[in-house]
């Protein structure tokens, strides 16, 4: 539990690491029914996330700006855990934006490849599926 009344402890981690780790006063993120805020008196509850902007707020009043891929927040009496595919930290509100629209972009991008290509394999897979199965002349 965190030594700080009025706040929680808050972990933001990815698979491969932990990105932040430290009291907050408040989470903003975003659900698939648009933005939400967490404070420390509220219920616990467990969320997706969507793509877009993370906003935590410190206990000295500092933001901290994330841009965050889908996931899931947990919180858990003082305790929010926030599990997330990529992170992207950032200065201000303004380069995050930036660093997540180019990022998520650039990664769309290749999905949409993988997704064509796969989609290329299982029709040729089909096909020679379909000729196997006719008589022969």
Known sequence: MTDVAGAMELTLSVPTQTVFSGPARRVVARGPHGMFGVLPRHTDCACPLEPGILIVEETEGRERFFGVDEGLL??????????????????????????????????????????????????????????????PP
């Not at 992170?87 to 991008?109: K, N």
């Not at 999905?111 to 796969?118: F, I, P």
């Open 74 to 135: 947990v919180k858990a009496g003082p305790k929010v855990r926030i599990f997330a595919y990529r992170v992207f930290r950032a200065d201000s509100l303004d380069h995050v934006r930036d660093a997540v629209e180019g990022a998520f972009a650039q990664i769309e991008d290749r999905e949409r490849a993988a997704r064509t290509a796969l989609s290329r394999i299982e029709a040729d897979v089909a096909r020679r599926f379909a000729e196997m199965s006719r008589p």
